[in-house]
T-cell receptor, first 112, second 114 residues
Framework: DQQVKQNSPSLSVQEGRISILNCDYT??????FLWYKKYPAEGPTFLIS?????DKNEDGRFTVFLNKSAMHLSLHIVPSQPGDSAVYFC???????????FGKGTKLSVKP | DAGVTQSPTHLIKTRGQQVTLRCSPK?????VSWYQQALGQGPQFIFQ???????QRGNFPDRFSGHQFPNYSSELNVNALLLGDSALYLC?????????????FGQGTRLTVV
């Protein structure tokens, strides 16, 4: 049973617009959430994280929102750029040092 | 700093054979984790090594084993290969007790079992 779900396999957005990637989790013990970006032939790269004691974390163009009651998080990218085109993975863990549980990923395409 | 390096980058093996994958962690990191990423799936945790011992293990059979050397580098061994073992194997390193945000991934080894 998947504990971390990314229900949209792909997303296409116009350059300059907002990209919203969604993630749901089913394990109430998860208290730390991360987003990774992966380009072809490269390993995943950490993007942004959020602890369950917060509901929002912002880093430049990237903002992660956490809705604990809905067990849902989302990543907003504003404005989207063609270089953002990649596969984005949502990951969750119990404690900031636990092993990561990943979703299946969402492939984002940002068109010029 | 070379970051996390994995070798080989690609590998083809026959069903029933054994394979060894290698990982050199980022400088200053002493903890190594291994993940398996099957096609169309997210990475799945296999195990983690620290101080040359397996510290955590995911839901993988005993055919998957590992080792960590005194210089913190690590090997992943898979015995009796199955077709379903075909995947991208990712190594991640982090400083001990470091946050997962400090984990760096290598580019992976693409294993194909035929």
């Amino acid at each position: 049973d998947q504990q971390v779900k990314q229900n949209s396999p792909s997303l296409s957005v116009q350059e300059g617009r907002i990209s919203i990637l969604n993630c749901d989790y089913t394990n109430s013990m998860f208290d730390y959430f991360l987003w990774y970006k992966k380009y072809p032939a490269e390993g995943p790269t950490f993007l942004i994280s959020i602890s369950s004691i917060k509901d929002k974390n912002e880093d430049g163009r990237f903002t992660v929102f956490l809705n604990k009651s809905a067990m849902h998080l989302s990543l907003h990218i504003v404005p989207s750029q063609p270089g953002d085109s990649a596969v984005y993975f949502c990951a969750s863990t119990h404690g900031s040092q636990g092993n990561l549980i990943f979703g299946k990923g969402t492939k984002l395409s940002v068109k010029p | 700093d070379a970051g996390v390096t994995q070798s080989p980058t690609h590998l083809i093996k026959t069903r029933g054979q054994q394979v060894t994958l290698r990982c050199s962690p980022k400088s200053g990191h002493d903890t190594v984790s291994w993940y398996q990423q099957a096609l169309g799936q997210g990475p799945q945790f296999i195990f983690q090594y620290y101080e040359e011992e397996e510290r955590q293990r995911g839901n993988f059979p005993d055919r998957f084993s590992g080792h960590q050397f005194p210089n913190y580098s690590s090997e992943l061994n898979v015995n009796a290969l199955l077709l379903g073992d075909s995947a991208l194997y990712l190594c991640a390193s982090s400083p001990d007790q470091g946050l997962n945000t400090e984990a760096f991934f290598g580019q992976g080894t693409r294993l194909t079992v035929v």
